[in-house]
């Protein structure tokens, strides 16, 4: 495969983009004139994400593999440059009650959406903070935060990204590397459409999902603010707040909604 011009000085390594979130993304940045990297194991979405661009390099990758993402790495930083900017945007979304959930489903969901993004971090994020320079975006979801009926094998995946990009930020700080964990309500994109498939919590009926532009935005306004967290949409931030103060309230709400 062709590697692209490079544009600018400015390289970005995005996993899970050859569809949602991270194809937007790398299509906005590559419009910036940024050299992107997009990683996925959906090679006929790599190739729309790559459409109309030559600065965008995709890779045929498996972020569960450490094999995948160590070569994907090295041959980013060889051809195109440091990495400067991270998206782990890699996720699946099957959902249904956790005892008729099989077992493999419920692990996957664990190494793809967690697994990957630990990956990721061991081979992208040293090289970043050696230079003492770049951003650092890990997704993980306002289900990050809130437990739901329906989706408690996703929840337990997100919940492990919140406390470790917590970490991981609290051990590199003033280290040059901003870092941001985002956490939307449910979002316009093909992972939501995942639950249609299987059991579709009518939790998800109760807001209007985001716009996935609206997501990116808000992401770098919490960069430029120095902000780990990203709570993207209106009242995102106080569904947080009152999971946190009024757990019992909130589960009532829950079973409510869902008539059990």
């Keep these: 495969m062709d590697v692209p011009t490079r544009e600018s000085n400015r390289v970005v390594f995005i996993t899970g983009g050859g569809s ?34 030559d600065n965008v390099f995709t890779i045929p990758a498996d972020v569960t593999e450490l094999v995948d993402i160590e070569q994907a790495v ?41 697994g990957g993004v630990v990956n990721v971090t061991k081979l992208a994020l040293p090289g970043m903070l050696e230079r ?9 979801s306002l289900a990050g935060w809130l437990p739901v009926l329906y989706m408690g094998a996703y929840n337990a995946s ?26 939307p309500p449910p979002v316009d994109t093909p992972l939501l459409k995942q639950a249609e498939e299987n059991v579709w919590p009518k939790i998800l009926d ?40 009024f757990p019992g309230f909130f589960w009532k709400q829950v079973h409510k909604t869902e008539g059990v």
């Design 206 to 245: 109760q807001t209007k999902p985001l716009e996935p532009q609206a997501v990116l935005d808000a992401i770098d306004v919490a960069l430029d603010a120095g902000e780990l967290w990203v709570f993207p949409g209106r009242g995102s931030k106080l569904s947080w707040r009152m999971r946190r103060w």
């Design 158 to 183: 997100k919940f492990a990204v919140v406390a470790f990009s917590e970490v991981l930020y609290h051990e590199n700080r003033d280290r040059g590397v901003r870092f941001a964990c985002v956490c």
């Design 20 to 53: 949602g979130m991270g194809q937007l993304a790398a299509r906005n940045l590559a419009a910036q004139g940024m050299s992107v990297a997009a990683l996925d194991v959906d090679t006929d979405g790599l190739a729309k994400t790559a459409a109309g661009f």
């Design 74 to 114: 090295k041959r980013v930083e060889q051809d195109l440059g440091p990495i400067d900017r991270v998206y782990n945007a890699a996720a699946i979304f099957p959902t249904g009650r956790l005892l008729d959930q099989d077992t493999a489903t419920i692990q996957r969901i664990m190494q793809i959406n967690y």
């Design 132 to 140: 003492g320079r770049g951003d650092f975006i890990n997704f993980a």
